[in-house]
C-alpha cells in the first residue's frame, strides 16, 4: 500500500471536503496564503532574504550610531 499515492477519489474527496468546511469564498484567500507561505518557505531554504524597508526605498535597514 502506498500511502504518498492519492487517486482521482481520494484528491475529489479532499476537494470536497475543503469546499464544505470553508466555502467558496475563503478558498481564494486559502491559495493565496498557502502560496506566499511556500514562497516564503522557498526564499529561505534558499537564502534570499526581502529588504526590510520597502516603503522608504531602502534596500538595508540602517545602522544604529552608538552615543560615546
Not at 475543503?18 to 467558496?24: H, M, N, Q
Not at 491559495?31 to 529561505?44: E, P, Q, T, V
Request: proline share 6%; aromatic share 8%; net charge negative.
Amino acid at each position: 500500500m502506498h500511502l504518498a499515492f492519492l487517486g482521482p477519489w481520494e484528491i475529489a474527496l479532499i476537494v470536497a471536503l475543503v469546499f464544505i468546511l470553508f466555502g467558496a469564498k475563503k478558498l481564494p484567500q486559502l491559495g493565496s496564503g498557502l502560496g506566499s507561505g511556500i514562497r516564503n518557505f522557498k526564499d529561505a531554504i534558499s537564502g534570499k532574504e526581502e529588504p526590510q524597508n520597502l516603503e522608504s526605498g531602502e534596500s538595508q535597514p540602517k545602522k544604529e550610531e552608538e552615543a560615546g
